[in-house]
């Protein structure tokens, strides 16, 4: 089976994997649509009892595709940039991102490898969060070019690890993401996935109807704290953030065909990601 985004069912447990590791698994519309519609998919799904969120290969996801981003921007008419046209087109993104959210069945990410910038947006969505002892994630797009649009980070996390890591834009280790509350489980990579499959297959042990109610009870709380506005004002200052001079000085090295030379120029001053991999 190929495409961008791979579905399967499996002992009651639909797997949705994206499907793009020689582009490191990186968002395009096309794999936004495709995890929103498999999370449609399983949830109509009667024999599915839970989800798990996986990327094929070594890294679930490095964002958004920049060269596919910069080249299909829709808000953007040569010089003229549209705010109201670009916000209309990242809340469509929003929107499908929040269906795993708004699923009433579990949904267990995998995070393996690296997970950066906009699929954090995707995979703060997940119920709980799986994670590889050697992976790390982060939003790297806080340095410059972004902000989160679906903005979990501070009601995953709370507000002095929410300013710690979004005001920097450093990664998180696995220790630090199990230590601060960030994800459930951290396993051996080679047995990431077999341990959130396990996890899922336990949920068949719990009426359909009262994992719904009690996952749309706690889900509730957090939007009374106002999860709704948080996600409006993300993804409109990340329009705004992809707009300033300063960042679109720093875009025009990716359009120049300098996605690896731009990346180093933002994380050269901390060491890490593009950098720490020189």
Known sequence: ???????????GVAI??????????TLTKEVIQGVAES??????????????LRGEG????????LDDFLNNDDAVDGENWDPVRDYQSMSTNVRNFMKIWECPKPVIGEISGWAIGGATDLLLCADLLFMADDAQLGYAPSRIYGTPTTMLWVY????????QFLLTGRPIDAETALRIGLVSQVCDPEELSSAAESEARRFANIPANQ????????????????????????????????????AQRWAAGIT???????VRERDRP?????EGRS
């Open 58 to 65: 070594r890294n679930v996801s490095a964002g958004y595709d």
């Open 16 to 25: 949705i994997a994206i499907n793009r590791p020689d582009r490191l698994n």
């Open 211 to 246: 994992l719904a109610l009690n996952k749309l009870l706690i889900n509730q709380a957090f939007e009374n704290m106002g999860l709704r506005t948080s996600q409006m004002l993300g993804t409109l200052f990340d329009g705004i953030a992809r707009h300033t001079p300063e």
């Open 39 to 52: 999370i449609d998919r399983a949830t109509q799904a009667e024999s599915v009892a839970a989800i798990v």
């Open 270 to 274: 901390w060491g890490d990601y593009g």
């Open 256 to 262: 120049d065909g300098s996605l690896r030379d731009a």
């Open 156 to 163: 995953r996390i709370g507000l002095e690890h929410a300013k």
């Open 1 to 11: 089976m190929s495409g961008p985004v791979l579905y399967e069912e499996q002992e």
